[in-house]
């Protein structure tokens, strides 16, 4: 069996989790500092490196990770800490560190943590794919620190936050940041599948199973063989699509339209829902097995308002992609524009900003964006209230009369996708129709 080679990096000589049991699977050299480490042996002859802040302190530890990556860039390397804190892991990831680990650890943690990583090799840095998380808030660099640790593991995850924050961005992340990078990523919209077609959808078919069925298909689920497949608007799942999806993450196999036996699937779930689903087990429109075993990891996004460090980011990078892709330039915005701009509570979250976005730039100018030139619902004196009704009809016609039978902005202000509205619209009965047309005058010309 060949030994794992691991470099450390630590001031103290002492080492409490050297065990005997270490030592007979693995080659350790200690390096008191980053610069003995790097002028000794070739560097990318190890394994992993352990940077530790024994003997030291968080900060020169830090310096070691560093050092280390700017010669070793794709070197996998664990971080050590004894005292460690919330700006440390978030540090950590910034510096591109994959394994973060609070001391005292024991020697199987540490352990488990390397082989983590030499199994990862080939990723890309975590810091430079969890960039594509715009974001500069504390909200946003804890929740990356969060997705990088969760997304080396295997459990199923559960991304809940309201319309517009990203979930579907951050189900992607977490598949980028996995062991699962290199297979399928495989994203299904909940409320687009109908019944009839679930099973042949996800479960796949042989060839004649039914009428039409002129050649057999695998199915979206083993198609994700080995990968990541990620159910969005899980809340929009019908009684009988839930049942199906507990069977898959019980035992993991799945049976064909018209096949005898089970065929063995190896997939990660990923679920997504803007929908208060504890609230829905409760009222009997979820099923309480299906909901614990889709949480077994929480990923909550905070909504854009309690985030506003975001907002400016978000402008200046959605403005620069439009630019990129018309070949104009973003002028960006005046002082007031932004203040403007970050008083706003976006309702619709990041995609609502966006979409405000895109509608400025067709009336670019050379100079600054000012006040005057962002939407209405962005700078009016008055800010949206949550939509109050005694009922779930009304509370839909109520938001629709708001917007203007919008249905876009309705299902934004419902916090819903518009799916979901389009189906609780067909249910309550609730047609364009119904609208109240301007009463014509009776005056006579």
Request: glycine content about 8%.
């Amino acid at each position: 069996m060949q030994r794992t080679k691991i470099a450390l990096i630590q001031r103290s000589s002492i080492i409490p989790w050297l065990t005997e049991e270490v030592r007979a699977d693995v080659d350790l050299q200690r390096f008191s500092d980053a610069f003995q480490y790097l002028s000794g042996m070739a560097g990318s002859m190890w394994s992993a490196v352990v940077v530790s802040d024994q003997g030291s302190s968080p900060r020169a530890a830090m310096e070691s990770v560093a050092k280390v990556k700017e010669a070793f860039p794709s070197m996998p390397i664990v971080l050590l800490l004894g005292n460690s804190c919330e700006e440390s892991a978030i540090a950590a990831l910034r510096a591109g560190v994959r394994e973060y680990l609070k001391g005292p650890v024991t020697a199987g943690q540490l352990l488990e943590a390397v082989q983590r990583l030499t199994g990862l090799k080939d990723l890309p840095d975590c810091a430079a794919v969890a960039h594509r998380w715009i974001g500069e808030s504390e909200a946003s660099q804890t929740l990356c620190a969060y997705a990088a640790k969760v997304a080396a593991g295997r459990s199923t995850v559960l991304i809940t936050g309201e319309t517009g924050t990203g979930k579907d961005l951050a189900a992607e992340l977490l598949h980028l940041l996995s062991p699962r990078r290199k297979k399928p990523f495989v994203a299904l919209n909940c409320a687009a599948i109908p019944d009839s077609l679930l099973e042949s959808e996800l479960f796949g078919r042989e060839k004649g199973a039914y009428t039409g069925a002129d050649t057999a298909y695998e199915g979206k689920l083993k198609l994700a063989e080995g990968g990541t497949v990620f159910f969005d608007e899980i809340g929009d799942l019908t009684p009988y699509g839930q049942a199906k999806l507990l069977r898959v993450l019980e035992n993991r196999q799945v049976q064909r339209l018209g096949a005898v036996s089970d065929v063995t699937i190896d997939i990660r779930v990923i679920a997504a829902t803007n929908q208060d689903l504890r609230a829905m087990v409760d009222k009997g429109l979820f099923r309480r097995d299906l909901y614990y075993r889709l949480s077994v990891t929480h990923l909550d996004i905070p909504p854009l308002r309690v985030r506003r460090d975001d907002i400016l980011p978000l402008l200046h990078h959605f403005g620069e992609g439009f630019a990129n892709e018309c070949g104009g330039r973003f002028p960006g915005f005046s002082v007031g524009a932004q203040k403007a701009l970050l008083a706003y509570d976006w309702p619709g979250n990041v995609r609502e900003l966006r979409n405000v976005v895109e509608e400025l730039f067709v009336r670019l100018t050379d100079h600054p964006l000012q006040p005057e030139d962002l939407p209405f619902e962005v700078t009016g004196p008055h800010r949206e209230q949550p939509i109050e009704a005694p009922d779930e009809k009304s509370k839909i016609v109520r938001a629709l009369e708001t917007t203007h039978w919008n249905k876009k902005r309705a299902a934004e202000r419902l916090c819903w996708s518009r799916m979901t509205l389009y189906r609780k619209m067909a249910f309550h009965q609730i047609k364009c129709d119904d609208r109240e047309e301007p009463k014509k005058s009776g005056m006579v010309a």
